[in-house]
């Protein structure tokens, strides 16, 4: 079994990825933590070594407790929603776990939602958490 964790070091992707690796030992599963960012122009460089330093500690985590992980930190120029999605049919990704934060609907209309997008676009179940 696969399962990716959306993961932005947030509070609500800290829960999934704790959500995940209780998934994964209950399923022998390996574990995919992902990030999904904008890239392109040298301004963004600092931003994606930090990602990439959360990217390491959720594995370190992962790793103490003896599971299976991989990271990816994607940078394709697609939208995050879209990119994730893509990522999860691509490596035949079995679950995802992302965290959600409250947003008005007027928010989701102006912004858009990345978890909404991979809750509707998902050929997966996909797990949400606060």
Do not use: W
């Not at 800290?14 to 992902?34: D, I, P, R, T």
């Amino acid at each position: 079994m696969k399962i990716m964790v959306c993961y932005d070091n947030s509070k609500s992707a800290q829960e999934a990825l704790k959500l995940s690796l209780q998934h994964a030992k209950q399923f022998e599963a390996k574990v995919y933590l992902v990030t999904s960012m904008v890239g392109g122009s040298k301004d963004n460089v600092e931003d994606h070594r930090i990602a990439e330093s959360h990217l390491d500690y959720g594995k370190s985590l992962a790793e103490k407790a003896n599971i299976s992980c991989e990271t990816r930190l994607l940078i394709r120029g697609l939208e995050s929603g879209e990119d994730l999605v893509k990522f999860a049919n691509e490596n035949e990704i079995d679950e995802i776990i992302i965290g959600i934060q409250r947003t008005s609907k007027v928010g989701k209309l102006l912004f858009g939602s990345t978890a909404q997008h991979v809750i509707l676009e998902a050929r997966c179940p996909v797990v949400t958490v606060k």
